[in-house]
């Protein structure tokens, strides 16, 4: 009896492949340590899980991922650690990218973004793509009423797919 309960503790712990969603994604100058691609779980974010139940369009999900990596290029989300990089230095390379201009270019594209979007509907946005806040969380922080969320996240999504001309 002890080695089902064991076993059957097992599986509870491991992921189920449909909770995954993996994808290369390529960091920023600034936040590359000691590589440049890193595999992610795009199940992890609240839109990913929305996406994967048919609930976004691939068009919304793709835009929203656009979103979410400038907010993250810009430096923009809360860092839980003191960074310990060394301060940048000038490189005499073509190819090198200053992390800071990088940075300005992913926070005007942002800030265009969310002005595409508009006032109201930017919050959403603000909270379940870029904080990876779920629905339930953004509308109690939004005082919105139940079920609310979804409707008014949809309709966001629809403008930033507009900014982004569709793709």
């Known amino acids: ?50 996406a994967q139940r048919g ?48 940075q300005i270019s992913a926070r005007q594209r942002f800030d265009a973004a969310a002005l595409a979007v508009g006032p109201g509907l930017t919050d959403v946005l603000w909270r379940v793509i870029c904080l990876g806040e779920g629905l339930e969380t953004a509308e109690k922080a939004l005082g919105w009423p139940s079920r609310a969320g979804k409707l008014v996240l949809k309709l966001a999504l629809d403008r930033l797919v507009a900014h982004y001309g569709g793709h």
Not at 2 to 30: G, K, Y
Not at 67 to 95: E, H
């Open 55 to 102: 609930m976004v369009s691939p068009q919304q999900f793709v835009a929203s991922e656009r979103l979410r990596r400038d907010f993250m290029m810009a430096g923009q989300a809360p860092r839980v650690t003191m960074r310990w990089d060394p301060a940048p230095t000038s490189s005499s390379g073509p190819q090198s990218i200053d992390p800071s201009t990088a």
């Open 1 to 50: 009896m002890r080695a089902r309960r064991h076993s059957s503790q097992a599986n509870d712990i491991a992921p189920e492949p449909r909770n995954r969603l993996l994808a290369t994604r390529i960091l920023a100058p600034a936040d590359a340590v000691d590589r440049q691609r890193v595999t992610v779980n795009l199940a992890e974010s609240p839109l990913a899980w929305l």
